[in-house]
């Protein structure tokens, strides 16, 4: 059976004392859950701090990117080791975001995975269509591509136990969900992707989250369908009560 994961990707709010306050209030009213694996993914600068306030707890610990790289002159970049050294245990990668704004490439998103995987880090790997390529009828096709390029070169073992996340560009921040058949069908296209490059025992395995507008209201519905194994929720994340509330409703 497949653990359901309830991701906060924070994305760049919260200054150091805010983020203290938003993990104690987190910790305050979050009913802890066996099947569901509850992770939060603050901004670099309150990593440390929110790690140490973790501590005790079953709440996992993500970064919101990393670098390709070990070490050297790469100003402003932030290693893998560095992620470990702060408590990470998750890292997420290639979210659309940091494709879109940021020009990061197929390719990079690989080079990415296969650090945070040598690193011990778990990646979150996330893909998923503009609104122009689900019109355009591109939707799989854009798809299969960065999954493919995204874990070219990586054996199943190596993968194994990473998360993917489906998030449709058209749907983050834009109080657009995908309604639950339309993320359930691009969730079983994922997955068996997945049993093309691996294995079916790999693709049952591997938890894939849906991502974009998840509130506490829509939560159920969505991960009440077979392929969709959780939440990276942004927005609705930002407050406690209802980054709890979506969980309770997972
Ligand atoms: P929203 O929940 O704000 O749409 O963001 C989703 C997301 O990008 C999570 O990574």
Redesign the pocket.
Known sequence: MRKKIVAG?WKMNNDLNESISLINEIKEILVDRDDVKVIVAPPFTSLDSVSQLLRGTEIGLSAQNMCYEDSGAFTGAVSAKMLKSVGCEYVILG?SERRTLFGETNGDVNKKIKKAISESLIPIFCVGETLEEREAGKMKKVIKKQIKKGLKGISEEDFSGAIVAY?PVW???TGKTATPEQAQEVHAFIRNLLKELYSETLAENTTIQY????KPENASELIGQKDIDGA?????CLKADSFANIVKNA
């Open positions: 990707n979210h998030e749907a983050i921040g991502g974009g507008s998840v990276l929720v942004g927005g609705a």
